[in-house]
């Protein structure tokens, strides 16, 4: 089992454009969350997908959406790339059955021009 | 709404000397505590969490609730145990929404 895996590991944008990061969450797990980290700052929860719906968000605003497929994998998208967008954002994924560990990925780094 | 306070950035500890990273919470519910770990170049992984009460690596956190704290402790540092340690909490047993403090780095120093 490879675990977490997220692609692209890095990628770098220009200020307006749209990007789409990718997650395949561990094997046996239904649900994936999703978070972006600041430089010096911990993760800050950007949304939980289960089912193929969004089941939490936190404070982002709506430039951020995702996707879940049937296999449990899961889309970030962020529209109108903004500077501040500029972070290493990570995947998790558990099994919602309850009281299970959060597995994340190595991170797909962002970088916004 | 919840919040973790980490509130040192860095710490360095000599090796074999005892090390603890403070970690205070506010959530005005009961909340699930977690130590994440994330040594250099790898993925940020569960250290542990204050439900299975296990020590880890020779790691132990007590959940204080009066004190709203979580602190971990380890008697002898060891100079694997060098990394980025996070705090966080979970305010919904088997609901991984984990709100993260901002993160303390150990430095051991030989």
Same mark, same amino acid.
């Given at each position: 089992?490879?675990?977490?895996?997220?692609?692209?590991?890095?990628?770098?944008?220009?200020?307006?454009?749209?990007?789409?990061?990718?997650?395949?969450?561990?094997?046996?797990?239904?649900?994936?969350?999703? $978070?972006?980290?600041?430089?010096?700052?911990?993760?800050?929860?950007?949304?939980?997908?289960?089912? /193929?719906?969004?089941?939490?968000?936190?404070?982002?605003?709506?430039?951020?959406?995702?996707?879940?497929?049937?296999? *449990?994998?899961? /889309?970030?998208?962020?529209?109108?790339?903004?500077?501040?967008?500029?972070?290493?954002?990570?995947?998790?994924?558990?099994? &919602?059955?309850?009281?299970?560990?959060?597995?994340?990925?190595?991170? +797909?780094?962002?970088?916004?021009? | 709404?919840?919040?973790? +306070?980490?509130? /040192?950035?860095?710490?360095?500890?000599?090796?074999?000397?005892?090390?603890?990273?403070?970690?205070? *919470?506010?959530?005005?519910?009961?909340?699930?505590?977690?130590?994440?770990?994330?040594?250099?170049?790898?993925?940020?992984?569960?250290?542990?969490?204050?439900?299975?009460?296990?020590?880890?690596?020779?790691? &132990?956190?007590?959940?204080?609730?009066?004190? +709203?704290?979580?602190?971990?402790?380890?008697?002898?540092?060891?100079? /694997?145990?060098?990394?980025?340690? $996070?705090?966080?909490?979970?305010?919904?047993?088997?609901?991984?929404?984990?709100?993260?403090?901002?993160? +303390?780095?150990?430095?051991?120093?030989?």
């Amino acid at each position: 089992d490879a675990g977490v895996t997220q692609s692209p590991t890095h990628l770098i944008k220009t200020r307006g454009q749209q990007v789409t990061l990718r997650c395949s969450p561990k094997s046996g797990h239904d649900t994936v969350s999703w $978070y972006q980290q600041a430089l010096g700052q911990g993760p800050q929860f950007i949304f939980q997908y289960y089912e /193929e719906e969004e089941r939490q968000r936190g404070n982002f605003p709506d430039r951020f959406s995702g996707h879940q497929f049937p296999n *449990y994998s899961s /889309e970030l998208n962020v529209n109108a790339l903004l500077l501040g967008d500029s972070a290493l954002y990570l995947c998790a994924s558990s099994w &919602t059955g309850g009281g299970t560990e959060a597995f994340f990925g190595q991170g +797909t780094r962002l970088t916004v021009v | 709404a919840q919040r973790v +306070t980490q509130p /040192e950035k860095l710490l360095s500890v000599f090796k074999g000397a005892p090390v603890e990273l403070k970690c205070n *919470y506010s959530y005005s519910g009961s909340p699930e505590l977690f130590w994440y770990v994330q040594y250099s170049r790898q993925r940020l992984q569960l250290l542990l969490r204050h439900i299975s009460r296990e020590s880890i690596k020779g790691f &132990t956190a007590d959940l204080n609730k009066g004190e +709203t704290s979580f602190h971990l402790k380890k008697p002898f540092a060891q100079e /694997e145990d060098s990394a980025m340690y $996070y705090c966080a909490l979970s305010t919904n047993f088997g609901n991984e929404k984990l709100t993260f403090g901002t993160g +303390t780095r150990l430095t051991i120093i030989p």
